[in-house]
């Protein structure tokens, strides 16, 4: 049978599972088709209202309000002003002391929607063929184009989020991105886990926070963090690194990795964030990596040619973080929290993949 990947955890305080953790990211390769990704979510962000749902309704005029410059007519925000009424009082109105940014993002979570944070702080050397298809040259993004946090952005008509410590080149005018490639969302079985990304949120808060009370810069004010977006896409590494487990202990262990996300949104609200976008997990019996490895038959291989039994534990994961995230709406107060299935996106660029613009072999 498949032995587990290297640094799966038997419960051993293994510290290098990043660096571990890093091939298996590569995987991300299959990302290639991430700009297709990018157009299904923006669907999903476009049509989200038709669904009806008062919640999701509510981040939608959310994700309005912060994209009306985009001007791309997403949604009617409650800011935007509608055409026809009086201008002269709406003119009168508009002035305003303290000006909020019009879009802020932070983003938690792993390679899938790392920014360029894993190279930074581990002063990594990733090379082409990454950042072929769109940048043309390597960004430290473990993809060879942009990465769906980076679509996300574009809609949104702000530019691309700087990773949290990335030295140079960096711009927090529109939010902070957390994520690093490999991270976990249970603490400590990477160095830059979701307890430590939120912690390093809430220091970096607060050290603004400490600049406006001094009367000196700071990238955004309390407002920003008020009205920004809290998008998490977190999870991946931890079912990756437990499926050479016999799959009743896995799905045993679904539950604490949502747990983990879970706390963090909530840790999040108490510190005042309001709108959340809450990625589920990919397809991951269609990694590569998973693909490559021994297996005893081909019999658990789906039509699509992906490990159904991975697939399965994916999808439980999503289920489970879409219970969660229905929960939490209720709970938290004058939130907004979507839960976005990223599974049936990626599963369909491998099912379709044709279709999407990618040959078989
Ligand atoms: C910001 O600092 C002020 C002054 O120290 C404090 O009263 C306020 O609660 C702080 N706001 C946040 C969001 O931490
Ligand atoms: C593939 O595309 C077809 C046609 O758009 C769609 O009905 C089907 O659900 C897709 N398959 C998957 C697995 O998403």
């Not at 640094?7 to 051993?12: A, C, H, I, L, T």
């Not at 894993?118 to 050397?125: E, K, L």
């Not at 950042?131 to 952005?153: E, N, Q």
């Amino acid at each position: 049978m498949a032995s587990g990947p290297n640094g799966g955890g038997n419960g051993g305080g293994g510290g290098g599972g990043l660096m571990k953790n890093m091939s298996l990211l590569r995987l991300q390769y299959y990302c290639v088709l991430g700009a297709v990704a990018g157009a299904v979510l923006f669907a999903t962000l476009r049509y989200m209202p038709a669904a009806g749902s008062g919640a999701a309704l509510s981040t939608t005029s959310a994700l309005a309000t912060a994209a009306a410059p985009a001007g791309s007519g997403a949604g009617a925000g409650e800011h935007r002003k509608i055409k026809g009424t009086a201008p002269a009082p709406a003119k009168a109105a508009a002035k305003v002391v303290t000006k909020p940014k019009e879009v802020v993002v932070f983003n938690f979570g792993d390679s899938n929607s790392d920014t360029g944070g894993v190279a930074a702080i581990m002063g990594i050397r990733i090379s082409a063929p990454e950042g072929r298809a769109y940048f043309h040259h390597p960004t430290g993004r473990l993809s060879d184009g942009r990465v769906v946090l980076d679509f996300i952005c574009e809609t949104l008509n702000t530019h691309h989020l700087s990773p949290y410590m990335k030295p140079l080149g960096s711009d927090y005018s529109n939010g902070v991105n957390f994520a690093i490639a490999g991270a976990t969302a249970t603490p400590g079985d990477t160095p830059f886990s979701l307890d430590v990304q939120i912690d390093q949120f809430i220091f970096y808060r607060d050290r603004c926070n400490d600049s406006i009370t001094r009367d000196e810069p700071a990238p955004l004010n309390m407002l920003d963090f008020e009205r920004a977006l809290y998008t998490m896409d977190i999870g991946q590494n931890d079912i990756t690194s437990i499926l050479y487990l016999p799959y009743d202990e896995v799905l045993a262990k679904l539950p604490h990795f949502v747990a983990e996300i879970r706390k963090a949104i909530e840790i999040l609200h108490k510190n005042g964030a309001r709108k959340f976008w809450i990625h589920g997990t990919g397809a991951l019996g269609c990694l590569p990596a998973k693909l490559a490895m021994p297996r005893a038959s081909d019999g658990d291989l789906d039509e699509h040619g992906c490990i159904a039994k991975f697939n399965n534990a994916a999808k439980r994961f999503n289920t489970l973080l879409s219970e969660a995230c229905d929960d939490l709406r209720l709970l938290l107060k004058k939130s907004s929290i979507i839960f976005v299935d990223m599974f049936a996106i990626k599963y369909d660029l491998v099912a379709n993949h044709t279709k999407h613009g990618s040959r078989s072999r």
